[in-house]
């Protein structure tokens, strides 16, 4: 697969529709839930910032060694935007995905996957 | 353009190639930059995180009210890939991009605009 090869980095944008509202509400819980993701995809923490709104919603990024997870939630929506971005192919993020969608419980999921930085 | 009032926001992807090495290795010049760039977009910063990689290359992320601006570098590529995602109609992204075309001058842009969150 050339393509994969001359690609700096891969960018997978998941979008989850139909998400219990009180599980994408909690801040706490949702940073929980990617820490958690970056750690089963074998990620290096570098940091985390996680930010609650008022009244509603989550935003938060875990910076990684190999670049970023991001996630904004809308529960009044039940819906959550997600950004796996990666520079290294030893990621697992199909598994990190699994992780996320099993305890995001997601009605339907649309996915796109682009290469970024094709040299 | 009803396309637009269903998103709950706007995600756009940026491509930049041909910068010059030295201005994209500097963690302190690019967080710069990009705390200028949410600045001009008329954003609300909550927080930054940037980080420095050995030998090369920054990663950082802008996490602002209405969602996040991040960067990666690759100097030895000359390459940047930016993220602009709000979920506001009053950001004035277009300030904040022509603003980093100046100061990252890439010698070619490649740019991606993605509806997420469309209900």
Redesign the interface.
């Known amino acids: 697969m050339p393509k994969k090869h001359e690609a700096?980095?891969t960018?997978i944008?998941l979008?989850f529709?139909g998400c219990p509202p009180d599980v994408i509400r909690n801040s706490d819980r949702v940073e929980k839930l990617f820490l958690k993701a970056a750690e089963i995809s074998k990620a290096h923490i570098?940091?985390t910032?996680f930010?609650h709104?008022n009244p509603h919603g989550v935003?938060?990024?875990v910076?990684i060694?190999e670049?970023?997870f991001?996630v904004?939630t809308?529960p009044e929506?039940k819906?959550v935007?997600i950004?796996l971005?990666s520079?290294s192919e030893d990621l697992k993020m199909e598994k990190a995905i699994d992780f996320l969608k099993k305890e995001l419980a997601p009605k339907a999921v649309s996915t796109?996957r682009?290469d970024?930085?094709v040299?």
Chains 1, 2 share one sequence.
Request: glycine content about 10%; some cysteine; charged content about 10%.
């Open positions: 700096l980095g960018h944008l979008e529709h570098v940091k910032v930010h709104f935003s938060g990024v910076v060694s670049s970023h991001a904004h809308w929506h819906f935007a950004d971005f520079c796109l682009l970024r930085g040299l």
